[in-house]
């Protein structure tokens, strides 16, 4: 039999460098997007920089990832979150990236300018 057991002195590491999730953007506020674990148990994650944070919030302990507000498409189509993982036995840090594709809704009123035309109907 092999065991294989995590080294507390290696930094965490994910499985992807780039993770790839989407969300309508008529998703409600602290909808779940996805969820990223490193190999560490022990690691907690977070999201940086902290402007990101307006938008998303990442659960420390699950990984799970979860909007804070209502999200636009026409004015961000694509969030690119940075993730970085620490381990509670280690200073060493491992790190990952979320896109984060916001899915358009037809959300618009269609909107038509001004037509000018003129019509001619025959008599017979």
């Known amino acids: 039999n092999i065991n294989v057991a995590f080294d507390p002195k290696e930094s965490p590491t994910f499985d992807q460098t780039i993770y790839h999730f989407s969300v309508s953007e008529d ?4 909808s779940s997007i996805g969820r990223v674990l490193p190999n560490n148990p022990d690691a907690r994650v977070f999201i940086y920089p902290k402007e990101m944070r307006t938008f998303f919030d990442i659960n420390p302990t699950s990984g799970t990832v979860s909007t804070k507000l209502r999200l636009d498409h026409e004015l961000h189509p694509e969030f690119l979150l940075n993730i970085g993982a620490k381990g509670d036995s280690t200073r060493l840090m491992g790190y990952c990236q979320i896109k984060i594709t916001v ?6 009123k ?3 300018g001004p037509t000018l035309g003129l019509v001619s109907i025959p008599e017979n």
């Open 110 to 112: 269609p909107e038509f």
């Open 27 to 30: 998703a409600s506020t602290f």
């Open 103 to 108: 899915l358009d809704v037809n959300d618009n």
